[in-house]
């Protein structure tokens, strides 16, 4: 595990490599001359990412890589493909400015002015920016992609990819040994055996899966779970099956007590935003896990992307995967079956933000920020700075994804459709494929879930009692109504119902509001210490 990606390139700048995440393999001689800290070892680098920097995809890690060449005036950024930290970069004619703290790449001048306004709405709908920032002229570095940085310019190119369709004419039991070894060899590469692990265990079929493949591994094995008794939330008794089922033990985070004190909505202490509401439930699991000395916790992370899919399926696709009677079992089933799709032709969240967002932002409302292709969907979900932000709220605690490797997403891209939704007796069962791969590891009542926690009812019980709280953040001086982006006054008016329609939209303006909050107090702060 290596720390903090940062520094600068310009034609006087020194010598060096600066690594941060985690290696777990690759080339002997690349990796020998990577860990080498003296000029002989940085000439060879040099001279192998000459000939080729394809070589750097060879690596198998989630990091971040800065190389500075003084000689040749050369530098050169690479983030590998599941790498879930952002490399933020800013460009002028001073040179190039990097690192994973975005505070180390702002201008030294108000916060709040460096704000990219444009930004802010996809920031509020929860849309992924991939390159870009909330910052003006601040970027990101997208995963698989490295920056060159060569007489005074830069140009980026991109090294590594998904490829698409490489697993073919598979049967299904095919795909699960594949996707059974892909993960075992996932799990052995990245663990230690020896040291235990937590879990976020909802009770459903991804968090499950992860809990019952650690534990057939070996793994010293601890749930944690989200509960939330008494609402349409509680999926308590499932998270309890699995645990008992796996004989492993059982801790509840309790989210009522985040209602009844109204602490849900943290007060922001980071430059980066977060804009969804599970941020005090991670630091409550968090604090459980370092209370009994787990170093890393696993969730079911990227598991709808993997084994999930509402894909239309064509005749001949059934029948290619199917034996002749299956197919039109199949068939006939999915006749009475009626897909239920999302209204996503302005934007699949339209309906949550509709009654709080002014006239002009629903105006500017647009898809191009929604991936409509699985593969670019994969790449993005490693922008969404989760790990960052939680890790450097606690340190020491470690996300493992067991999901989040690359031979598992171009799985995923070769999985035909027919495999992951399956029509039986009037409704659709998702993940299909991943509950036959499961089905001797975990209870019944976890297989024949066909639902996903309804965490959007937390939500809902949470703005309706603590109405108060949310009108107060998103108020008439609130930053996102100065921005034309929130209407306070339909907030205020909104009934009950209305509230509950639109509540995991309020939780993402709130936190996009303290996070705004949070840089006028730095600006706030600065302004006092500059007049001392």
Same mark, same amino acid.
């Given at each position: ?196 692990? $937590?879990?976020?265990?909802? !009770? #459903?079929? /991804? *968090?499950? =899966?992860?809990?019952?493949?650690? +534990?057939?591994?070996?793994? &010293? ?81 990227? $598991?709808?992307?993997?084994? !999930? #899919?509402? /894909? *239309?399926? =064509?005749?001949?696709?059934?029948? +290619?995967?199917?034996?002749? &009677? ?90 035909? *459709? ?115």
């Amino acid at each position: 595990m290596f720390k903090r990606c940062s520094g600068e390139f310009y034609s006087d700048a020194s010598t060096y490599i600066n690594i941060e995440g985690e290696i777990w393999g690759g080339p002997s001689k690349l990796l020998r001359i990577m860990s080498g800290k003296n000029r002989d070892s940085n000439q060879a680098f040099y001279k192998l990412i000459q000939e080729d920097y394809s070589i750097l995809k060879e690596i198998d890690g989630a990091f971040l890589l800065a190389f500075y060449d003084h000689e040749h005036k050369k530098g050169l950024l690479y983030k590998s493909l599941v790498c879930q930290k952002s490399l933020f970069y800013r460009y002028d004619t001073n040179g190039l400015f990097f690192s994973s703290d975005i505070g180390e790449v702002l201008r030294d001048k108000p916060l709040l002015s460096q704000v990219n306004k444009n930004n802010l709405l996809p920031l509020v709908l929860g849309d992924i920016l991939n390159k870009d920032t909330y910052f003006n002229d601040v970027y990101r570095l997208t995963a698989g992609n490295v920056l060159i940085f060569e007489e005074g310019k830069i140009r980026i190119e991109c090294l590594d990819y998904l490829e698409q369709g490489i697993y073919k004419e598979k049967s299904m039991e095919d795909f699960i040994n594949l996707a059974s070894e892909i993960m075992r060899t996932t799990i052995r590469k990245r663990l230690d055996l020896q040291d235990p692990i $937590g879990v976020i265990l909802s !009770g #459903g079929m /991804d *968090s499950s =899966s992860v809990a019952a493949f650690l +534990k057939k591994e070996g793994h &010293q094995v601890e749930a944690f779970h989200w509960s939330f008794s008494g609402t349409p939330a509680d999926e308590s008794r499932y998270a309890k099956d699995v645990a008992n089922f796996l004989s492993i033990p059982f801790t509840e985070i309790d989210g009522i007590e985040l209602i009844n004190k109204a602490s849900y909505l943290p007060k922001w202490n980071q430059l980066i935003p977060y804009n969804h509401g599970y941020y005090e439930l991670y630091q409550k699991t968090i604090t459980e896990c370092k209370k009994r000395g787990l170093k890393a916790i696993a969730t079911g992370n990227l $598991g709808d992307n993997i084994f !999930g #899919g509402n /894909d *239309s399926v =064509s005749i001949k696709t059934i029948f +290619k995967n199917f034996p002749f &009677q299956q197919a039109l079992r199949y068939i006939y089933e999915a006749w009475g079956t009626p897909k239920i799709k999302e209204d996503s032709e302005i934007h699949p969240r339209y309906k949550w933000y509709a009654p709080i967002l002014t006239e002009k932002a629903l105006d500017n409302i647009n898809t191009q920020n929604i991936l409509q292709d699985q593969a670019s969907q994969f790449v993005a979900l490693s922008d969404i700075d989760r790990d960052m932000i939680l890790s450097e709220s606690e340190g020491d605690i470690r996300f493992f994804d067991l999901f989040s490797s690359k031979e598992l997403m171009e799985w995923s891209l070769s999985l035909p *459709s027919v495999y992951k939704d399956l029509p039986t007796g009037g409704q659709w069962v998702d993940k299909f494929i991943q509950r036959a791969m499961f089905i001797d590891v975990l209870p019944p009542s976890c297989i024949a879930r066909n639902h996903k926690q309804v965490m959007t009812a937390f939500h809902e019980i949470y703005v309706i009692r603590n109405r108060d709280q949310v009108t107060s953040i998103l108020n008439e001086q609130a930053y996102l109504t100065q921005f034309n982006i929130i209407d306070p006054i339909k907030i205020k008016s909104m009934e009950n119902n209305q509230l509950a329609l639109s509540a995991s939209a309020l939780i993402a303006c709130c936190m996009v509001e303290l996070w705004l909050k949070k840089l006028e107090r730095e600006d706030l702060k600065n302004v006092t210490l500059s007049s001392k």
